[in-house]
Protein backbone atom coordinates (compact mmCIF):
# COMPACT_ATOMS: atom_id res chain seq x y z
CA UNK A 1 0.00 0.00 0.00
CA UNK A 2 2.70 2.36 0.73
CA UNK A 3 4.78 1.68 -2.42
CA UNK A 4 1.25 2.08 -4.21
CA UNK A 5 0.92 5.83 -2.60
CA UNK A 6 4.37 6.64 -3.66
CA UNK A 7 4.12 5.73 -7.15
CA UNK A 8 0.54 7.85 -6.88
CA UNK A 9 2.14 10.94 -5.57
CA UNK A 10 4.98 10.99 -7.81
CA UNK A 11 2.09 11.14 -10.65
CA UNK A 12 0.29 13.55 -9.58
CA UNK A 13 3.74 15.99 -9.01
CA UNK A 14 4.38 15.06 -12.81
CA UNK A 15 0.99 16.01 -13.78
CA UNK A 16 1.32 19.07 -11.88
CA UNK A 17 4.67 19.79 -12.98
CA UNK A 18 3.45 19.20 -16.80
CA UNK A 19 0.65 21.65 -16.53
CA UNK A 20 2.37 24.47 -14.73
CA UNK A 21 4.74 24.69 -17.79
CA UNK A 22 4.84 27.76 -19.85
CA UNK A 23 3.02 26.64 -22.85
CA UNK A 24 5.01 29.38 -25.42
CA UNK A 25 8.13 28.09 -23.87
CA UNK A 26 11.01 28.28 -26.92
CA UNK A 27 12.41 24.98 -27.59
CA UNK A 28 14.76 26.24 -29.42
CA UNK A 29 17.07 27.00 -26.81
CA UNK A 30 16.89 22.96 -25.69
CA UNK A 31 20.26 21.40 -26.24
CA UNK A 32 20.66 19.00 -28.72
CA UNK A 33 20.95 15.83 -28.55
CA UNK A 34 23.43 13.00 -29.75
CA UNK A 35 22.48 9.45 -29.85
CA UNK A 36 25.62 6.98 -28.85
CA UNK A 37 25.34 2.72 -28.78
CA UNK A 38 27.42 0.60 -26.35
CA UNK A 39 30.86 -0.82 -27.32
CA UNK A 40 31.17 -3.02 -30.68
CA UNK A 41 27.57 -1.40 -31.81
CA UNK A 42 27.28 -2.17 -35.44
CA UNK A 43 24.68 -1.91 -38.08
CA UNK A 44 24.82 -3.75 -41.32
CA UNK A 45 22.71 -3.06 -45.38
CA UNK A 46 22.11 -5.73 -47.56
CA UNK A 47 21.03 -5.02 -51.19
CA UNK A 48 21.03 -8.36 -53.68
CA UNK A 49 19.60 -7.77 -57.13
CA UNK A 50 18.34 -11.38 -58.98
CA UNK A 51 17.78 -11.80 -62.17
CA UNK A 52 16.42 -15.00 -63.45
CA UNK A 53 18.38 -17.39 -66.14
CA UNK A 54 16.27 -18.88 -68.49
CA UNK A 55 17.33 -22.58 -68.37
CA UNK A 56 14.78 -24.97 -68.68
CA UNK A 57 13.26 -27.00 -66.04
CA UNK A 58 15.42 -25.38 -63.54
CA UNK A 59 15.05 -22.28 -61.24
CA UNK A 60 18.56 -20.56 -61.34
CA UNK A 61 19.11 -16.71 -60.32
CA UNK A 62 21.74 -14.65 -61.07
CA UNK A 63 22.55 -12.01 -58.09
CA UNK A 64 24.27 -9.62 -56.99
CA UNK A 65 24.64 -8.95 -53.56
CA UNK A 66 25.87 -5.37 -52.03
CA UNK A 67 26.82 -5.69 -48.42
CA UNK A 68 27.62 -2.89 -46.09
CA UNK A 69 28.73 -2.57 -42.66
CA UNK A 70 28.94 0.20 -40.28
CA UNK A 71 29.89 0.61 -36.49
CA UNK A 72 28.04 2.88 -34.48
CA UNK A 73 29.26 5.74 -32.31
CA UNK A 74 30.37 4.85 -29.20
CA UNK A 75 31.74 8.37 -27.79
CA UNK A 76 30.47 12.11 -28.98
CA UNK A 77 33.89 12.70 -29.40
CA UNK A 78 32.96 11.13 -33.26
CA UNK A 79 30.21 13.44 -33.83
CA UNK A 80 31.56 16.30 -36.00
CA UNK A 81 29.57 19.50 -34.66
CA UNK A 82 30.90 22.20 -36.75
CA UNK A 83 28.64 23.54 -39.37
CA UNK A 84 28.71 22.48 -42.65
CA UNK A 85 31.06 25.21 -45.02
CA UNK A 86 28.97 26.87 -47.74
CA UNK A 87 31.42 26.69 -50.12
CA UNK A 88 31.17 22.47 -50.18
CA UNK A 89 27.17 22.42 -51.04
CA UNK A 90 25.54 21.58 -54.06
CA UNK A 91 24.47 24.79 -54.90
CA UNK A 92 26.59 25.00 -58.02
CA UNK A 93 24.71 22.18 -59.26
CA UNK A 94 21.98 23.16 -61.13
CA UNK A 95 20.39 22.28 -64.33
CA UNK A 96 22.62 24.97 -66.61
CA UNK A 97 25.73 23.12 -65.36
CA UNK A 98 24.23 19.83 -66.01
CA UNK A 99 23.53 20.97 -69.40
CA UNK A 100 26.76 21.97 -70.00
CA UNK A 101 28.55 19.06 -68.57
CA UNK A 102 26.67 16.77 -71.15
CA UNK A 103 26.95 19.35 -74.25
CA UNK A 104 30.76 18.82 -73.35
CA UNK A 105 30.86 15.50 -72.59
CA UNK A 106 28.76 14.94 -76.18
CA UNK A 107 31.17 17.23 -78.45
CA UNK A 108 34.37 14.63 -76.77
CA UNK A 109 32.65 12.00 -78.54
CA UNK A 110 32.43 13.77 -82.17
CA UNK A 111 28.86 14.97 -81.75
CA UNK A 112 27.22 18.44 -81.80
CA UNK A 113 26.75 19.01 -78.05
CA UNK A 114 24.29 21.61 -78.47
CA UNK A 115 21.73 20.18 -81.20
CA UNK A 116 22.19 16.60 -79.58
CA UNK A 117 20.90 18.08 -76.19
CA UNK A 118 17.68 20.44 -77.98
CA UNK A 119 17.57 16.95 -79.78
CA UNK A 120 16.88 15.21 -76.71
CA UNK A 121 14.71 17.41 -74.50
CA UNK A 122 12.50 17.36 -77.69
CA UNK A 123 12.41 13.51 -77.84
CA UNK A 124 11.71 13.30 -73.84
CA UNK A 125 8.85 15.99 -74.04
CA UNK A 126 7.20 14.21 -77.15
CA UNK A 127 7.59 10.41 -75.58
CA UNK A 128 6.74 10.84 -72.02
CA UNK A 129 9.27 8.59 -69.95
CA UNK A 130 7.06 8.19 -66.99
CA UNK A 131 6.16 5.26 -67.42
CA UNK A 132 9.28 3.70 -67.27
CA UNK A 133 9.23 3.69 -63.25
CA UNK A 134 11.65 6.36 -61.56
CA UNK A 135 14.80 5.97 -64.11
CA UNK A 136 12.16 7.75 -66.66
CA UNK A 137 10.48 10.22 -64.09
CA UNK A 138 14.22 11.15 -63.02
CA UNK A 139 14.97 11.87 -66.74
CA UNK A 140 12.05 13.98 -67.34
CA UNK A 141 12.74 15.75 -64.62
CA UNK A 142 16.47 16.46 -65.48
CA UNK A 143 15.63 17.06 -69.46
CA UNK A 144 12.04 18.80 -69.28
CA UNK A 145 12.69 22.33 -67.96
CA UNK A 146 9.13 22.94 -66.89
CA UNK A 147 9.24 19.84 -64.67
CA UNK A 148 11.02 22.12 -61.89
CA UNK A 149 11.94 25.78 -61.08
CA UNK A 150 12.70 28.08 -63.66
CA UNK A 151 15.80 29.02 -64.45
CA UNK A 152 17.53 32.12 -66.17
CA UNK A 153 19.23 31.42 -69.75
CA UNK A 154 17.19 28.40 -70.60
CA UNK A 155 15.26 29.47 -73.64
CA UNK A 156 16.23 27.50 -75.96
CA UNK A 157 16.02 24.36 -73.79
CA UNK A 158 12.32 25.43 -73.03
CA UNK A 159 11.80 26.19 -76.76
CA UNK A 160 13.30 22.54 -77.65
CA UNK A 161 10.87 21.43 -74.91
CA UNK A 162 7.67 23.31 -76.56
CA UNK A 163 8.69 21.95 -80.18
CA UNK A 164 8.75 17.93 -78.87
CA UNK A 165 5.22 18.83 -76.90
CA UNK A 166 3.31 21.04 -79.84
CA UNK A 167 5.24 20.65 -83.21
CA UNK A 168 4.02 17.98 -86.20
CA UNK A 169 7.77 17.56 -86.90
CA UNK A 170 10.09 15.15 -86.00
CA UNK A 171 12.78 16.17 -83.61
CA UNK A 172 15.79 14.84 -86.05
CA UNK A 173 13.93 17.11 -88.59
CA UNK A 174 13.53 20.40 -86.69
CA UNK A 175 17.51 19.54 -84.67
CA UNK A 176 18.93 17.92 -87.74
CA UNK A 177 22.52 18.71 -86.81
CA UNK A 178 22.69 16.08 -84.53
CA UNK A 179 22.25 13.16 -86.68
CA UNK A 180 21.66 10.34 -84.13
CA UNK A 181 18.83 10.34 -81.73
CA UNK A 182 20.07 9.72 -78.25
CA UNK A 183 17.15 8.14 -76.65
CA UNK A 184 17.41 5.66 -79.99
CA UNK A 185 20.82 4.45 -78.61
CA UNK A 186 19.48 3.09 -75.25
CA UNK A 187 15.57 2.39 -76.49
CA UNK A 188 13.98 -0.01 -78.72
CA UNK A 189 9.80 -0.43 -79.60
CA UNK A 190 9.20 -3.63 -78.15
CA UNK A 191 5.82 -5.62 -80.82
Known amino acids: MKTL ?94 YTLLERRLDALGMNGRQCLLRLICEIARTPLSHNGLIGTLLEIIFLPSKSEEEEGLDEETRAELVGMNDMNECGHVFYRCPQSLIDLVSYVSE
Open 5 to 98: WCISLVLVFNVANAASRDPEMDFSERVKRQLIWTYNSAIGMFLAFAVPVDIPDRDVLFSWNIEANYNLPTNLSIYDLTPPDPERSFSGLNRSST
